[in-house]
């Protein structure tokens, strides 16, 4: 990916994964080039973690990606804590985290590591320069995005058409395609529509 040209510590990123096997330690969804920072996994067990300076990359999530079906995760950065999602359900390292220069990035890949390489499909990546809520992550997580509407959103990578490049739908960080990539038919349940909380 081309370089998201900002500094921050309020960060989001969110994407539709579906791994292939247990993931190689550090494999990742998405992590930025320069100092690590994104959503990877602990090695060993498809457990989600995370790299970013001032945080601990050894944490103990508890969320635990499961092999062969479609799962929403997410990363959530602010000054005080680093928060994982897996289909909705969070996990909290409370620290102070420092703010990332986001440079290039990867998609699938910590850092262009030939051993850090996520087996599976990705679907659906969105890198936001705001930290979401809970309620935003929940209410969104099946819905297509409009970028449009979205002035923090800094790519959004659907992954449609045929062409040779990662499209991005925010607005000109087109990614290239690189290593052993195919494209294929997505059944990632994403889809046009609303989304509404009613308590009644």
């Known amino acids: 990916m081309p370089s998201l040209g900002v500094t921050t510590n309020n960060f989001t990123v969110t994407a539709w994964i579906k791994p292939d096997t247990i993931q ?17 996994f602990r090695p060993g067990n498809n457990m989600l973690g995370y790299h970013w300076p001032g945080g601990q990359w050894w944490w103990d999530s508890g969320l635990t990606v499961p092999v062969g079906v479609w799962s ?55 890198i936001w320069n705001r930290s979401l809520t809970e309620a935003e992550i929940r209410a969104s997580r099946h819905l297509t995005k409009k970028p449009e509407l979205e002035n923090q959103m800094l790519a959004y990578y659907q992954f449609n058409g045929n062409i040779s490049y990662a499209y991005d739908a925010k607005g000109g960080k087109h990614g290239l395609y690189n290593g052993n990539i195919k494209r294929v038919r997505s059944r990632v349940p994403v889809g046009k529509g609303s989304s509404h909380t009613d308590c009644k």
Request: charged share 10%; proline share 4%.
């Open 72 to 126: 929403h995760v997410a990363m959530v950065v602010t000054p005080t804590s680093v928060r994982l999602y897996l289909n909705g359900v969070g996990s909290t390292h409370t620290v102070n985290v420092s703010p990332l220069a986001l440079g290039t990035g990867r998609i699938g890949s910590y850092q262009g590591w030939s051993d850090r390489n996520f087996r599976g499909e990705i679907d659906e990546v969105c």
């Open 24 to 40: 190689p330690g550090y494999a990742s969804v998405y992590m930025n080039d320069g100092t690590a920072g994104g959503l990877n």
